[in-house]
């Protein structure tokens, strides 16, 4: 069974720093895009970061210059490291990978989410 297990939320002040942790696991042969998503109630589910096999990044305009997206692919995990957190950051972050499994034809995986949120 392949699993995509998000870590690393919480609640944090304006200004603060949270490093999220994305880890694929199961029977993967490879990788290929690793994203990161945020969804506040009411709004569609938006792409914050992505980055693809070959290390390309990129960002939404709006956590260009505070957010840092990377992987690690001999952990198979992936990281979203958010700095000058502001409320509107506020929201549940999403992983999603486009993985190719073994005896599967299933390409696109989602974590559970796991909850940011930025206060005063």
């Known amino acids: 069974q392949v699993q995509l297990v998000e870590s690393g939320g919480g609640q944090v002040q304006i200004g603060g720093s949270l490093r999220l942790s994305c880890a694929a696991s199961g029977n993967i042969f490879t990788i290929n895009d690793m994203a990161w998503y945020r969804q506040v109630p009411g709004k569609q589910r938006e792409l914050v970061a992505s980055?693809?096999?070959?290390?390309?990044?990129k960002y939404a305009d709006d956590v260009k210059g505070r957010f840092t997206i990377s992987r690690d692919d001999d952990k198979n995990t992936a990281y979203l490291q958010m700095n000058a957190l502001k409320p509107e950051d506020t929201g549940v972050y999403y992983c999603?990978?486009?993985?190719?499994?073994?005896?599967?034809?299933?390409?696109?995986?989602w974590g559970q989410g796991t909850q940011v949120t930025v206060s005063s």
């Open positions: 999603n990978a486009e993985m190719v499994v073994v005896a599967s034809l299933q390409r696109d995986y």
């Open positions: 980055i693809n096999s070959g290390g390309s990044t």
